[in-house]
């Protein structure tokens, strides 16, 4: 079957049938709200735990969605939860034309976003140490994968999914899934939707090409796989998306189709995002 026919009949499902046919793999929450809630829970939850038993807390986490980080923040003050112990792996950077990621006081820049949305806003007591939380750069993206071996590798890969099925920066093309950290070309689909997204007017000249990201490989070597998949916007651009990742025929055309080789998955989305579009084409 063709995609575009694959997903002319994925938009078809109705909320309750994708989750019948998805079963513990989808949770729907009812808003926007709750599912940067659940996000921020789930973060939360996980490093209670392993601090419990004076475990470290690996994680791979996105800049996109970030509505859960101030929740997270208010969670980890108010409970007193410490991060010491963790090792915060981010998912990608933003480049400029010569593949050198942007400052971190670039409004742009995803370091920029974590630090405003959840850094500044964790007590300093708390907060995990600087040399454990790791963003790709020019400077480490051959070294990433062996980082992450050496803390014994990642517990659970939290993120979001692009328009075109990227996870991470990983967009489509020929054997994504065996892709390592990289420095790649951010294809005309992410930066359309990215400069949407972005408050700079849809400046598609001013918005990054380039990125340096973790690659498939670390993605899916997590022993667990949360994905938030969400339009966040007026816009329903992730209503097919999420159906793809749910239900698609895995391809390098939407590299997000791979976390079904995973045996721990789950995609967390609103009742807006389940929804069929308006108009089937």
């Known amino acids: 079957m063709k995609r575009q026919e694959e997903i ?20 729907i929450c009812p808003d926007i709200d709750a599912l940067h809630q659940h996000f921020a829970e789930s973060i939360a939850n996980e490093i209670k735990a392993n601090n419990a038993k004076n475990r470290p807390t690996k994680l791979i986490l996105p ?16 409970e007193k939860i410490s991060l010491k112990q963790c090792w915060f792996f981010m998912m990608d950077e933003q480049c400029d034309d010569d593949g050198i990621v942007l400052s971190a006081d670039h409004p742009l820049s995803f370091r920029y976003t974590f630090n405003e949305q959840f850094v500044s806003n964790v007590k300093r007591n708390l907060m995990i140490p600087a040399k454990q939380l790791i963003f790709p750069d020019h400077l480490n993206v051959q070294t990433l994968k062996d ?14 999914i692009g328009i075109h099925g990227h996870v991470a920066y990983n967009e489509p093309e020929p054997n994504v899934c065996d892709s390592d950290p990289r420095l790649v070309y951010l294809n005309d689909f992410t930066r359309t939707i990215n400069a949407i997204r972005a408050e700079i007017g849809g400046n598609l000249e001013g918005h990054p ?47 997000v189709t791979y976390i079904r080789s995973h045996k721990n998955y789950v995609i967390v989305t609103d009742e807006e995002t389940a929804k069929k579009p308006r108009h089937i084409v």
């Open 63 to 78: 800049v996109g969605p970030v509505g859960q980080y101030p929740i997270l923040a208010q969670m980890i003050n108010n």
């Open 8 to 27: 002319r009949g994925l938009l078809k499902l109705s909320p309750a049938q994708m989750q019948k046919r998805a079963g513990k793999n989808l949770v």
């Open 147 to 160: 980082r992450i071996a050496s803390v014994g590798g990642i517990d659970t890969t939290y993120g979001g």
């Open 209 to 255: 090409r380039k990125g340096i990201t973790l690659g498939m490989q670390q993605i899916l070597g997590a022993k667990r796989i949360r994905l938030y998949c969400r339009n966040g916007i007026a816009f329903d651009w992730a209503n097919t998306v999420l159906r793809l990742a749910l239900f698609g025929q895995p391809g390098d055309d939407y590299p």
